[in-house]
């Protein structure tokens, strides 16, 4: 294992202080714990105007020899992925760095068997099963950029991402275990690859054994893999070669494919991993996110590998068999560092206590939060019932975008404040910006922003390189704008307090209202529709669509019943509203723009802060919603 640690403050204010002074140094510093091919040339070379970030220039290596060869030497039989499935009657898999290596390779020398090579897209939509890591860490082995999807998006939204990226590949399962529900993968894929031209070949996991139907670029992947050796040189990359692409909710229609490369993710997210959680070696870390998003590709695939950790990977959910399942898996492996979004915290909170007790928690040293602001009664919950008051809660802040954890506290080494993230990570430079850009300093609210580069930061969008300036870069030029809202205590302390745009965070997860208003406008019966979302008990947000018909209809419930079929069909069943809303007319201003702020307080049932509402085109609107709510 590498040890990348601060363990205690003063060492902590050290590196925050040398990070100031000269981030190139500090970065160097800690690139040097990695093997490298090539040493790089050039630390950074960076125009946030441009924008243009680069980072351990002319450097080369291999992320997965970093993950996985190098531990060969100091831990083959270390247990690398501790998976536990679905149901929990079938067996917990134990796979070491070895095993892993070697399933990797040949898992990488049977997608080259099949076609793939260094640069080319591969579309991996699967269930949360061993294969799904080993699928990104076999294209990372051969250079071909991977493109996780969540495997709870519809057809629609798997063609659109395979489709925006050119995919050559698709890896598929016939289909995934989630509680007592059966997804069912290859026939959404079917449904999607017609739509894919440039999809070549389909390899499918065998997981449930469900009947599925066969089309002529479908491959087995037990058959495949049974022609594939386990020797498989890593194909040598450039430090800023793309890593992956991983898609995210914008404020249009079109999702984002965010690029990583490879020397920068790889030196940040390991780096990050440690620190935050404080990992020891032999520890059991646990995240419990999907792969299919950010936070399961760098904190538990590529941080906790890199640095030789052994990470727990679950394919449930927290629901199944019953409410306790998290801490029946915590005493069972005995999880040493737990990290867990607040939307769950919310949802098993409301269950007995006794369900957490019953379990032998004595184990959890760390525990986590991630994904949207923790509220206090969360915090606390998870605090005394899970953590029994003795372990640190690293609240983390960080964006699909950022590529890893931005602003937190580090577990039992820098001070925790219940509802704040914290402080930004040594290296990482954040400031609180004013409406018009100005730095504010103090204790103060404003507009979070950073102004140099960290190493994981994304590079562009998949093929759209001036939505990337527009998105990032222009709002408040010269800095990094996340699209988040923050307060700062008199110590320094961020406090997120939301997104100041139209991305609304349900249940964890960053949902556009554009997309969402897309999909409803699909209907042949809407004119048109807005989207906001509005404070929910578990969720965090909820989402309440607005719509228009064409036709009054004699009965709303059928045409709202097909609306969120059109949305679960679009997007996925996470963006389908909790209440959609059938009115004559929207709030627009004599310009004709929907007013969503007032949407937003008519969603929230706050009334009596809806502010003027006289100057609007059409006031009798406003009105109408309420009566009608
Ligand atoms: O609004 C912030 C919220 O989640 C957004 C990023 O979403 P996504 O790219 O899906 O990544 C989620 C996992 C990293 C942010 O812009 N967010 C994330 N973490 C926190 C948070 N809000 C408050 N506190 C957090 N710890």
Redesign the pocket.
């Known amino acids: 294992m590498i040890d990348l640690t601060y363990r205690n403050l003063e060492s902590y204010n050290q590196a925050k202080e040398k990070a100031k002074n000269n981030p190139e140094a500090f970065w160097s510093e800690i690139a040097a714990n990695f093997h490298w091919h090539k040493k790089w040339d050039t630390v950074l070379e960076y125009n946030f105007h441009k924008p243009e970030v680069k980072w351990f220039i002319g450097g080369q290596l291999n992320i997965t020899e970093n993950c996985l060869d190098r531990h060969l030497e100091t831990q083959p039989d270390q247990t690398a992925i501790l998976f536990e499935p679905n149901n929990p009657s079938e067996a917990a898999q134990h796979i070491s760095y070895k095993d892993l290596h070697s399933r990797v390779c040949r898992v990488a020398n049977m997608l080259k068997a099949n076609g793939a090579k260094k640069g080319d897209r591969i579309c991996i939509y699967m269930p949360m099963v061993p294969e799904l890591a080993i699928a990104v860490l076999a294209c990372a082995r051969i250079g071909a950029i991977h493109s996780v999807v969540f495997a709870g998006f519809s057809a629609a939204a798997l063609a659109a991402r395979i489709n925006d990226a050119s995919c050559s590949m698709l890896l598929t399962a016939d289909g995934g275990y989630r509680g007592d529900k059966v997804t069912p993968l290859k026939d959404i894929a079917d449904e999607a690859l017609k739509k894919c031209p440039t999809v070549n070949c389909s390899i499918v996991l065998k997981r449930t054994g469900q009947a599925i139907s066969w089309n002529t670029k479908d491959v087995w992947w037990h058959e495949a893999i049974e022609k594939a050796d386990d020797h498989c040189p890593a194909e040598i990359m450039d430090s800023e070669d793309p890593l992956f692409i991983l898609y995210?909710s914008g404020s249009t229609g079109k999702p984002k494919g965010m690029v990583h490369t490879c020397g920068g993710y790889m030196v940040y997210t390991a780096y990050s991993f440690q620190n935050v959680f404080q990992y020891n070696k032999g520890d059991i870390y646990w995240c419990t996110a999907d792969i299919g998003?950010?936070?399961g590709h760098s904190y538990i695939v590529y941080g906790p590998l890199a640095v030789g950790a052994t990470t727990l990977m679950f394919e449930g959910v927290p629901s199944y068999p019953d409410f306790d399942r998290f801490w029946e898996v915590c005493a069972k492996h005995k999880v040493n560092q737990f990290y867990t979004a607040p939307t769950a915290i919310r949802a098993l909170e409301k269950h007995p206590v006794a369900l957490v007790n019953k379990h032998d928690l004595s184990s959890l040293k760390v525990l986590g939060?991630?994904?949207?602001?923790?509220n206090a009664e969360a915090w606390h919950w998870y605090d005394d019932h899970v953590g029994k008051n003795k372990c640190p809660i690293v609240?983390?802040?960080?964006?699909?975008?950022t590529g890893g954890i931005l602003i937190t506290s580090l577990a039992g080494v820098t001070p925790q404040k219940p509802t704040y993230?914290t402080l930004p990570m040594p290296g990482v430079q954040a400031v609180l910006l004013d409406n018009d850009g100005n730095e504010l300093s103090g204790e103060q609210e404003g507009i979070l922003a950073i102004k140099h580069p960290w190493p994981s930061i994304a590079r562009t969008i998949w093929g759209d390189h001036e939505r990337y300036k527009n998105v990032y870069f222009s709002a408040y030029p010269g800095y990094y704008f996340?699209?988040?809202g923050a307060l700062r205590d008199t110590e320094g302390n961020y406090r997120?307090t939301?997104?100041v745009d139209d991305v609304v965070?349900v249940s964890?997860?960053?949902l556009g209202t554009a997309p969402i208003e897309n999909a409803l406008d699909e209907h042949e019966n809407i004119v048109e529709s807005a989207v906001v979302g509005f404070p929910h008990d578990i969720k965090g947000n909820a989402l309440h669509a607005f719509v228009i018909p064409r036709e009054p209809v004699a009965d709303n419930e059928t045409l709202i019943a097909e609306l969120r079929t059109l949305v679960a069909n679009t997007i996925g069943p996470i963006a389908k509203p909790d209440r959609i809303q059938v009115v004559s007319g929207l709030p627009k201003t004599r310009s004709g723009k929907i007013m969503r702020r007032i949407l937003r307080k008519l969603a929230a049932g706050e009334y009596d802060q809806l502010g003027d509402v006289s100057t609007l085109l059409n006031p009798e609107v406003v009105e109408e919603i309420k009566r009608n709510s």
């Open positions: 995210t998003w950010i936070t939060s991630v994904g949207e602001p923790i609240d983390t802040w960080w964006q699909t975008e993230a996340p699209g988040d997120i939301g997104r965070i964890g997860h960053n």
